[in-house]
């Protein structure tokens, strides 16, 4: 079988540009990125090198013989526990709404959690079922009955589903976009390559890109756990990047990205989300926005 692509250039680099005008004559917009992950209690150690497991220092085969790795799964616990109602306060407190990427495990595993935030106007993205479960481990069927069985559980949970799809891992396969426009998604978000919204075709279909910040960046709070970066280092990278992209912004409004993984949602890190808001929110033209607002502003603004 032809894949529907098989080149990252031929679909995500030739990507076509939107000429972008926020709403209000805004300058630059800033996205809230929440993660809610969890992990399988599989994989067997001996998987550990190939799947990411979470928490600072997993287990692997060649340690132990126990298959149970309650540090690790502790460490993952702290987000859909704890971590998610401290992200939720500081939202409300600032009157900001973000866009969760949920595993479907985690909605399984914090209902409550996914409830409330869906309550106070947070966006549920799809972020595939299991953290662990990255999409290139599956059969092309395989992975369409994970994003089917996704919206079903976020539907059946809170009565709406997802629009967008981040993969876990933020790595999918040359067939996930074909299979997200079937399924009725319209943005998608595991691009790193650009710092505004762009479209993507697939399977004849055309989707919003809305391109994410990984830990190199010092945008994704995931950078403290193998980087050795600090949460007061997030703050810095926020700084900077807000503001080069604000000056650019001027002539070519653009997206700043920021991730923040409830796992890593430490009273610390609370404190720097809060500042590198209230830094954001002390400039003007400044768009605080879900992804799916961007995505439906350009929808019906820029494209037509
Ligand atoms: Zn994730």
Redesign the pocket.
């Known amino acids: 079988m032809i894949p529907t692509h098989d080149s990252f250039y031929d679909v995500f680099s030739r990507g076509k540009r939107v000429k972008i005008q926020w709403p209000n004559g805004a300058r630059l917009a800033v996205t809230l990125a929440g993660?809610l992950?969890a992990w399988t209690e599989t994989p067997d150690p001996k998987l550990r090198r190939t799947r990411h497991v979470g928490g600072v220092n997993p287990i692997t085969a060649e340690d132990v013989r126990c298959k149970y790795d309650f540090r690790t799964a502790s460490e993952n616990d702290y987000g859909g526990r704890t971590g998610i109602w401290r992200i939720l306060r500081i939202l409300e407190k600032h009157g900001l709404k973000a866009s969760f990427?949920i595993?479907a495990l985690a909605a399984i595993r914090y209902p409550d959690a996914v409830k409330q935030l869906h309550a106070q106007g947070h966006e549920i993205v799809g972020?595939?079922y299991a953290?662990d479960i990255q999409l290139i481990l599956l059969s092309k069927e395989e992975e369409r009955e994970e994003i089917r069985a996704c919206v079903k559980i976020f539907q059946d949970l809170v009565g709406t589903r997802p629009y967008g799809w981040?993969s876990?891992?933020?790595r999918h396969t040359e067939y996930t976009l074909e299979l997200l426009g079937e399924e009725g998604f319209l943005w998608h978000g595991d691009a790193v390559n650009d710092d505004a919204p762009y479209l993507v075709e697939a399977g004849g279909k055309t989707l919003i890109e809305v391109p994410y910040r990984n830990a190199v960046s010092g945008l994704n709070d995931t950078g403290m756990y193998r980087r050795g970066m600090t949460a007061r280092d997030l703050l810095s990278a926020f700084r900077d990047e807000f503001d080069i992209l604000y000056e650019e912004s001027q002539t070519d409004p653009k997206l700043l990205t920021m991730a923040m993984?409830c796992q890593m949602a430490f009273p610390a890190t609370g404190k720097v989300y809060e500042e590198a808001i209230k830094y954001a929110k002390s400039f003007p033209g400044v768009w605080f926005a879900r992804r799916i607002d961007v995505v439906r502003w350009l929808l019906d603004h820029c494209l037509k």
Do not use: I, P, V, W
Request: charged share 15%; no cysteine; proline share 0%.
């Open positions: 993660n992950e990427n595993n972020h595939s953290e981040l876990s891992g933020m993984h």
